[in-house]
């Protein structure tokens, strides 16, 4: 099976800020990298696939970025609502989600 | 517009079972592929199974954790998907999510609100 590491699990920011997380998988999965967008008490947002192509009607200050095992998500200029839990995704073998990184104001 | 809404969550006791339903509306159901993802209190995502859309075979994949337990079905004529959930145990307590499948793949463009299993005697 395909794990995926994320990190930071914790991430303290203002607003303003321009943050980056980042996921390793522990094999090659080309490009087949989601980012999802989890507030609390609400299911999971589509962000970014593909590693890099933003979901429709996602705003653009969100990018991803990364091939092959290493991946990046950047959010520039951080929004009061960006404060949230974001995942990634390998969907190149079956489906693994990281631990998950909680994007917390500072 | 796309909705999926889970219903059949509830308070079940060990090795009992429980079916839980994803009814789909706004898109068309045989064309695309279904998954299902669970949350346990206060953890992340845990990937459980998938079918495919009917016009890639309509094949099916399990997570290890519940393979042998759970059975992933759907039913084009009503546009709903299932989840068959057989000796479920305490950790199986989790919010259980429906997803569609985007390009006949596990990433997820439309998911439901949840239902809640409470696996507890």
């Known amino acids: 099976d395909i794990q995926v590491t994320q990190s930071p699990s914790t991430l303290s920011a203002s607003v303003g800020d321009r943050v980056t997380i980042t996921c390793r998988a522990s094999?090659?999965?080309?490009?087949?990298l989601a980012w999802y967008q989890q507030k609390p008490g609400k299911a999971p947002k589509l962000l970014i696939y593909?590693?890099?192509t933003l979901q429709s009607g996602v705003p653009s200050r969100f990018s991803g970025s990364g091939s092959g095992t290493e991946f990046t998500l950047t959010i520039n200029s951080l929004q009061p609502d960006d404060f949230a839990t974001y995942y990634c995704?390998?969907?190149?073998?079956?489906?693994?989600f990281g631990q998950g990184t909680n994007v917390e104001i500072k | 517009e796309v909705q999926l809404v889970e219903s059949g969550g509830g308070l079940v006791q060990p090795g009992r079972s429980l079916r839980l339903s994803c009814a789909a509306s706004?898109?068309?159901?045989?064309?695309?592929?279904m998954t299902w993802v669970r949350q346990a209190p206060g953890k992340g995502l845990e990937w459980v199974g998938f079918s495919r859309s009917k016009a890639y075979g309509g094949t099916i994949q399990y997570a290890a954790s519940v393979r042998g337990r759970f059975t992933v079905s759907r039913d084009g004529s009503k546009s709903i998907a299932y989840l068959d959930m057989n000796s479920l145990k305490t950790e199986d307590t989790a919010v259980y999510y429906c997803?569609?499948?985007?390009?006949?793949?596990?990433?997820?463009?439309?998911w439901g609100q949840g239902t809640l299993v409470t696996v507890s005697s």
């Open positions: 997803a569609r499948g985007l390009q006949n793949s596990n990433c997820l463009d439309f």
């Open positions: 995704q390998q969907y190149s073998s079956y489906a693994t």
């Open positions: 706004g898109f068309t159901f045989d064309d695309y592929p």
């Open positions: 593909k590693a890099s």
């Open positions: 094999q090659s999965i080309s490009s087949w």
